[in-house]
């Protein structure tokens, strides 16, 4: 007999598997990431359970890792059962770009099992990634005063006058690298102490749920068992009023102990309209700090740093041209080079001049596809319910138009930079509380029904595409 026939018959069809897999992923993520991160991954066997998938390079798990780590498990859980597992090996060309040491000496095609993520030693969950060092975060003129004061309080949490430290600026700059650091380096420096960070998404979330449950005092004695809390991106709270009441409390009684309170937003403090302003005069408390987009100096030596670490060796002349033409977040500077790492992997080609402005010109391509303005939303969203564009914008009440209504002031709070005030104008004048209401309602159902998320995905995409 065959073995391999034999082997073939004790095993399912790895690449059937891997298609219902994807099936999945695709409600959950929009065709820009699954074409970027999940279309390249090729399954190679399945086996025991453990489902063997063939991936460009190390980097790139470590990317799917940290963004996808949930969808990826509920997906093969799903799929292939709750005792699923994934292995990976790494492409063997592609792994020529990569550092080496990560592997061992001749590692390159070992299986690496996907073990559960590591435990520290207190019995909670820091969701800290060691990614983000002080030592990888590149200092400029941009992020200098908000690097001292982060260095200065992972030294002293809870000790300086830097209580709250509230870092703002824009996306892609820099902040959650910055407060996971300070996370970090505290763990390193003082074992004992409990640091937890989290975003303000997964606070809400876990907050529902705790009040779904009849578990709020627990919930916020955990919070306030804290030596240091950090949570990003606070902006998000604006409109959530039981949520700001349950962190107000939270944030006095951690103050009065003196333990060390760090978050993020987009906005400075004063700019945070919607927010309770007693959230927002204590947030005044300490130091907030802002960080500004990188010059060019810094964006080179942010690349040169990035490069050096993904293992790509790459020219002064190539380095040069992309700081110049990537000019307006750090986030986009290192997606250009993953991006030129995984062209130039999947095609095994090397990095050449060709290569960097042909990516270069496809994130500036990108760039331009999120054109996407509350008419397109509005127009998106009616075609897909059968609505009349008008309607939603006059008085009528009836159910599917409101329906239609709130998805779309939903979708324009998520996808625009528009204010609550101006997402109201475009519907027929409506006030900025109804908007907030909408938006609320929206979050509210999507939280509790699935098919309603994967509707949400699917609009995404939809707006995303008729924006090009
Ligand atoms: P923000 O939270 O402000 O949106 P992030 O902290 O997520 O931005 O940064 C985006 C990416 O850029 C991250 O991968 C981060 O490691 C990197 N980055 C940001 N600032 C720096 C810096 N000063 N030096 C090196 N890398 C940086
Ligand atoms: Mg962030």
């Not at 994807?22 to 991954?41: A, C, G, Q, S």
């Not at 068992?225 to 902006?235: F, G, P």
Request: charged share 25%; glycine share 4%.
């Amino acid at each position: 007999m065959n073995p391999e026939l034999f082997e073939e018959s004790n095993t399912l069809d790895p690449s059937i598997i891997w298609k219902n897999c994807l099936r999945k992923i695709k409600e959950n993520v929009t065709l820009m990431t699954y074409n970027t991160w999940f279309l390249p991954i090729k399954p190679l066997q399945l086996s025991n359970n453990t489902l063997k998938i063939e991936i460009p390079s190390h980097f790139f798990w470590e990317w799917i890792d940290e963004h996808y780590n949930l969808l990826i498990n509920n997906t093969i859980a799903e799929v292939i059962g709750p005792d699923a597992k994934l292995s990976y090996i790494i492409n063997k060309v592609s792994n020529q770009l990569e550092p080496q040491s990560d592997y061992g000496g001749n590692g390159k095609n070992k299986d690496n099992i996907i073990t559960g993520k590591q435990k520290v030693k207190h019995n909670f969950e820091s969701y800290l990634n060691s990614r983000y060092t002080f030592e990888d975060f590149i200092t400029g003129e941009g992020n200098q005063l908000a690097r001292a004061a982060a260095v200065a309080i992972s030294d002293n949490p809870g000790g300086t006058s830097f209580n709250p430290f509230f870092v703002y600026g824009g996306v892609g700059l820099g902040k959650t690298h910055l407060i996971q650091a300070i996370g970090n380096e505290i763990v390193k420096k003082f074992p004992d102490k409990r640091v937890i960070y989290l975003s303000t998404d997964i606070f809400t979330v876990e907050f529902v749920e705790a009040i779904q449950s009849n578990r709020v005092n627990e919930f916020s004695n955990f919070y306030r068992s804290m030596d240091v809390l950090i949570i990003d991106d606070i902006q998000f709270l604006v409109g959530k009023e039981k949520t700001q009441d349950l962190f107000f409390h939270i944030f006095n009684m951690l103050h009065q102990l003196k333990k060390q309170i760090i978050l993020t937003s987009d906005k400075s403090p004063k700019a945070l309209k919607g927010l309770n302003e007693r959230l927002i005069s204590r947030f005044q408390w300490g130091l907030s700090a802002d960080i500004q987009p990188p010059e060019l100096e810094t964006r080179i030596a942010i690349l040169k740093r990035k490069a050096d670490t993904y293992g790509m060796s790459i020219s002064r002349e190539i380095l040069d041209y992309i700081a110049v033409n990537i000019t307006s977040n750090i986030r986009e500077l290192e997606g250009c080079l993953i991006k030129i790492l995984a062209n130039a992997s999947l095609s095994s080609k090397e990095i050449t001049f060709e290569l960097v402005k042909k990516t270069v010109n496809e994130i500036a391509t990108d760039r331009k596809i999120i054109n996407i303005n509350i008419e397109s939303i509005t127009k998106t969203v009616c075609e897909y319910l059968n609505i009349t564009e008008n309607k939603i914008r006059d008085k009528t009440r009836k159910k599917e138009v409101v329906y239609a209504r709130q998805l779309s002031m939903f979708l324009s709070k998520e996808m625009t930079n528009s204010s609550l005030k101006t997402i109201g104008l475009h519907f027929g004048g409506r006030d900025h509380s109804t908007v907030v209401h909408a938006c609320a309602a929206v979050e509210n159902k999507k939280n509790q029904n699935s098919s309603f998320r994967t509707l949400i995905i699917e609009l995404k995409n939809k707006i995303e595409l008729s924006s090009t």
